[in-house]
């Protein structure tokens, strides 16, 4: 593990908290990742116990992340911010986006500090583009607009794509989500995205309410939201077909067609409500 250091000296390993776990570990223990500590595996087992569909809601949703940064970046937008970008794992967004646009600019950010750790995996770009990573929390939309890796890597005054990808579940009703996501919108110029996905106890309620207690007797905080309640985030936006959806629906390619024939991907093991808005 690479390991890096702050303005105080404080090194990333350092600022690990290790009592509890954490989204971005615990999501990459579902994906089959290498980056995650006992205390997430303990976690991640705890709730695929009381929701099987865990694994396949995570790659449900890493599959879809692709298909809409792929949308975007075809009709013509370049600049990617991509806040809760969790454990790096190949292809990044931005080698996702620079197949197709290797002018593209990336800016991620996470609050993990292991992220941190490893995100020389996410600074390697296409050499006609340009990536950049920053420690930041998406509860703090100003120190991300106002930070110097979104200042000098985008341009606000062009179309960006403002990625919330499995982080919303994460924050719940008194941290004001809504504001939140129409604070990070709020500057970006017409034209902008947003590409935005969060679990839903909809298609299997009882599973997902014992989940949620399991998480938070781990430590953990979570708050899953309805279909109506995920439609509000996108309040001001021009929703594009097919609207907020499963992931397996959305702009399906083969594979996940594939994997919807063979009842891999269902609405209940995917849980999960997608979208992607374009601001006027």
């Known amino acids: ?8 000296g404080t090194s990333s390993v350092d600022r690990l908290d290790l009592s509890v776990p954490h989204s971005a570990r615990v999501y990459d223990y579902f994906l089959g990742g290498k980056t995650n500590f006992a205390v997430d595996r303990e976690a991640g087992d705890h709730l695929l116990e009381a929701f099987p569909g865990f694994r396949t809601a995570a790659q449900s949703n890493r599959m879809w992340m692709h298909r809409a940064a792929k949308y975007v970046a075809e009709r013509g937008v370049t600049q990617f911010l991509d806040v809760g970008t969790g454990i790096p794992t190949s292809p990044n967004l931005h080698e996702v986006v620079q197949a197709i646009v290797p002018e593209a600019r990336v800016v991620y950010a996470d609050n993990d500090p292991i992220v941190l750790a490893h995100s020389r995996a996410l600074l390697v770009s296409s050499p006609h583009g340009e990536t950049a990573y920053l420690e930041a929390d998406v509860t703090d939309p100003q120190a991300i607009l106002d930070s110097t890796e979104v200042r000098e ?7 960006v794509a403002l990625c919330l990808v499995g982080v919303f579940h994460y924050i719940t009703d008194d941290q004001k989500p809504y504001e939140l ?4 919108l709020e500057p970006l110029a017409s034209g902008s995205y ?11 309620p009882a599973m997902w309410e014992q989940a949620i207690q ?7 905080d979570a708050q899953v939201r309805s279909r109506e309640e995920i439609e509000r985030f996108f309040t001001g936006l021009e929703l594009v077909e097919p609207g907020v959806e499963v992931p397996y ?10 994997l919807a024939e063979r009842r891999v991907f269902t609405d209940v093991s995917c849980s999960l409500w997608v979208g992607v808005g374009k601001k006027p």
Do not use: N
């Open 194 to 204: 947003l590409i935005f996905s969060h679990c839903t106890p909809d298609f299997a």
């Open 153 to 159: 890597v985008l341009d606000l005054s062009k179309p």
């Open 181 to 184: 996501v129409q604070q990070l």
């Open 1 to 8: 593990m690479s390991d890096q250091t702050d303005e105080a």
């Open 249 to 258: 629906r959305w702009h399906p390619d083969e594979e996940t067609q594939q």
């Open 214 to 220: 399991v998480y938070k007797a781990d430590g953990g």
